[in-house]
C-alpha cells in the first residue's frame, strides 16, 4: 500500500504549511482589491445603492451581475430581518441550565458583509470577491486533549439489514456534504410568512443526487436548541428546528454534530439539538446525550455491509471541552481517541470506518500540516497493535473545498479516500470560494471473499446560489455541471451558464491537485 500522495504531497504542489503558491498570490491581490472596492464604495456610495435597485429578476441575472446580486447588501423591500441584529450578543440561558461559558470575541459576521462594490465587473465567479476574515486560532487544536483510559463500547447497530446472499457482494451506495450552517441571512431565505421555517425548496436541485444513495451524511454545524434559546447566527450558531426534518425530508440519513459551534448553546443545547435529530429520525454521530451514550457509536448496516462512522472536532468556538471522565459527551480530534474508537468499532466487525474531522483553517484551499499528518496517522491505523487504517476521511470546516486524494493498493485495487474538505453545502458566506460545495459520492463493496472495495468515487460540485425571483429572495444549492450544462432549466442565462462553467473547469483541477496521475482521478458529475 502506497500512502505517498496523502502523507507527501510533492512539494511543487502545495508547502508543507498547506500555502500553495498561488493562494499567496491571491491573499496579497484580495487585500488590494479589497482596499480599493472599499474607497470606491466610499467615493461613490449613493450611486451604487441606486445600482443596485431595484432587484433583477432571477431569469435576467448574467454572468456580470450574478456577482454583484450575490454580494449585495438585502434591501429594505426584501422582507423582515428577524433577530438580525442579535448575532454579536451570547445567547440567553433557559432557566434551569447550566450557565453557559463566555464566548470568543467576535469578529465581523462574514455573512453579512457589504460586498456590493466587490464583485462588479468581475469576470469569473472567483474573481474580485472579498479576502475573508483571518481565522482564530485553535482553541483546542490537535492532540491538547488528555488521553482518555481506554474504555469497551457497546454499539448502536442501526438499519439491521442481514448480508445477502452468500457468495454475492454486497455494495452501500454513500453520499457526504460539507458545512450546512444557518448564517442570520441563510435563515431569511427560508422564513415563510406564517413565521416558521422551509429549508427544503433550497435543496430541491440536489435531492435527485441525494436519494441515489443508501447512506447520506452532512455536517450540521448549528445546534438545534429551540427557538425559545433565540435563534442566532454568526458568532455563536442555533437554527431553526424545523431543518433536522427538513434534512430528513430531503434524503439525509445521518448528521455529523460534532464541530466547532456544538458548544454554541452549551450542553444542554446539544442535548436539545440530539433529540431534535432523533425526533426527526435521522441518525447522528459525534455528540452523545447521557451516560449511556459514552460506550455508543454509531454502526449502520445497509445492504449487509456494516458501516461505522466516528467524527471529532478540532475545537469548539472557544468554549471548553468535556470535563475529564466526561470525554463521550463530544468527539474532539485527539489521535489516540480516535484510535482508540477504531479499534472497538473494527472488533465489533465493522467492513469500513469513516471518520469525520472537523479541521483545518478556515478559506484555505489546501490542507494545512496538521491536517496532513493527522490523516495521514488514521490512514496508516497501528498495524504493529493489530490496527488497521481508517477507510474514508470525510473532512470540513475550511468553508471552502479542499482536494480528494485516494491512496493506491494497486491496478484495479482503490484504496482509502480522503476529502481534505467538503467546503459549503448550504450556507450564505459571500467569500470566493465559499459558495462552492462537494457532494462526494461512493460506494463499498464486500465481496464473497471478504475484500473491501472503495469506489469508485464521483466528485460532484455544488454551488450555493442567491438570487431575486419575482421580487422575492430565492436561494438554491445547484449541482454545478448540470446547471452549466442546461442554465435554463436552473432559470439562468446562457452566460451565467458559461461562468459556471468555468467555475467548473478549475474547482475539478483542483480538487485532484493532489493527485498528477489522472488514471487515479475519480469521476465527475
Ligand atoms: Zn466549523
Wanted: aromatic share 6%; hydrophobic share 40%.
Amino acid at each position: 500500500m502506497s500512502l505517498s500522495p496523502i502523507n507527501a504531497p510533492r512539494s511543487s504542489r502545495a508547502d508543507p504549511l498547506g500555502r500553495p503558491n498561488s493562494l499567496l498570490g491571491l491573499a496579497a491581490s484580495g487585500r488590494l482589491a479589497l482596499a480599493a472596492a472599499l474607497l470606491a464604495l466610499f467615493l461613490a456610495g449613493p450611486a451604487l445603492a441606486r445600482q443596485y435597485l431595484p432587484q433583477p429578476d432571477l431569469a435576467q441575472i448574467d454572468s456580470r451581475d450574478l456577482t454583484t446580486a450575490m454580494a449585495r447588501k438585502p434591501s429594505s423591500q426584501e422582507g423582515p430581518a428577524p433577530a438580525e441584529a442579535a448575532d454579536q450578543n451570547p445567547p440567553t440561558p433557559a432557566p434551569g441550565a447550566a450557565p453557559e461559558p463566555t464566548p470568543p470575541p467576535a469578529a465581523a459576521d462574514p455573512s453579512a458583509a457589504d460586498l456590493s462594490a466587490v464583485g462588479q465587473g468581475a469576470q469569473s465567479l472567483t474573481d474580485g470577491l472579498a479576502e475573508p476574515p483571518t481565522p482564530q486560532p485553535n482553541p483546542v487544536g490537535l492532540n491538547a486533549v488528555p488521553l482518555p483510559a481506554e474504555r469497551p463500547l457497546v454499539f448502536e447497530i442501526k438499519h439491521k439489514v442481514p448480508r445477502p446472499l452468500v457468495g454475492k457482494s454486497c455494495t452501500v451506495k454513500f453520499a457526504a456534504v460539507g458545512d450546512i450552517l444557518i448564517h442570520d441571512t441563510m435563515r431569511k431565505y427560508s422564513l415563510k410568512d406564517d413565521g416558521s421555517y422551509d429549508f427544503k425548496p433550497n435543496l430541491r436541485y440536489v435531492q435527485p443526487l441525494l436519494a441515489k444513495s443508501d447512506l447520506v451524511i452532512g455536517n450540521l454545524e448549528n445546534p438545534l436548541a429551540g427557538a425559545e434559546k433565540r435563534l442566532t447566527g454568526y458568532p455563536n450558531f442555533n437554527a431553526p428546528q424545523e431543518l433536522a426534518a427538513d434534512l430528513k425530508e430531503i434524503g439525509f440519513t445521518t448528521v455529523l454534530i460534532s464541530n466547532n459551534h456544538s458548544m454554541d448553546r452549551g450542553w444542554p443545547g446539544l442535548e436539545t439539538t440530539i433529540e431534535t435529530v432523533e425526533r426527526a429520525g435521522l441518525d447522528y454521530a459525534g455528540g452523545y446525550s447521557d451516560p449511556e451514550d459514552k460506550r455508543r457509536r454509531l454502526i449502520s448496516v445497509y445492504n449487509g455491509v456494516k458501516i461505522a462512522l466516528l467524527a471529532y472536532t478540532y475545537g469548539l468556538n472557544g468554549y471548553p471541552g468535556p470535563k475529564s471522565g466526561e470525554e463521550w459527551r463530544l468527539g474532539v480530534i485527539d489521535r489516540q481517541l480516535i484510535w482508540n474508537d477504531m479499534r472497538s468499532v473494527q472488533e465489533e466487525g465493522a467492513d469500513f470506518i469513516i471518520v469525520s474531522l472537523h479541521f483545518g483553517n478556515e478559506y484555505q484551499r489546501k490542507p494545512n500540516a496538521e491536517q496532513l499528518k493527522l490523516v495521514g496517522e488514521l490512514l496508516a491505523g497501528d498495524p504493529t497493535n493489530g490496527l488497521a487504517g481508517a477507510d474514508l476521511i470525510l473532512g470540513h470546516h475550511p468553508h471552502v473545498v479542499q482536494p480528494f486524494v485516494q491512496v493506491d493498493n494497486g491496478p484495479g485495487l482503490p484504496g482509502q479516500a480522503v476529502i481534505y474538505s467538503l467546503g459549503n453545502f448550504m450556507t450564505s458566506q459571500p467569500f470566493a470560494y465559499t459558495y462552492l460545495g462537494l457532494i462526494l459520492e461512493g460506494e463499498l463493496t464486500v465481496t464473497p471473499d471478504g475484500q473491501k472495495i472503495l469506489g469508485p468515487f464521483t466528485l460532484i460540485p455544488t454551488y450555493c446560489h442567491k438570487g431575486v425571483k419575482d421580487g422575492k429572495r430565492v436561494y438554491r444549492v445547484i449541482p454545478l455541471a448540470l446547471a452549466a450544462n442546461d442554465p435554463q432549466s436552473y432559470d439562468l442565462t446562457p452566460a451565467m451558464g458559461a461562468n459556471l462553467a468555468k467555475t467548473l473547469k478549475e474547482m475539478n483541477a483542483h480538487l485532484v491537485s493532489m493527485e498528477p496521475d489522472s488514471s487515479k482521478w475519480p469521476n465527475f458529475k
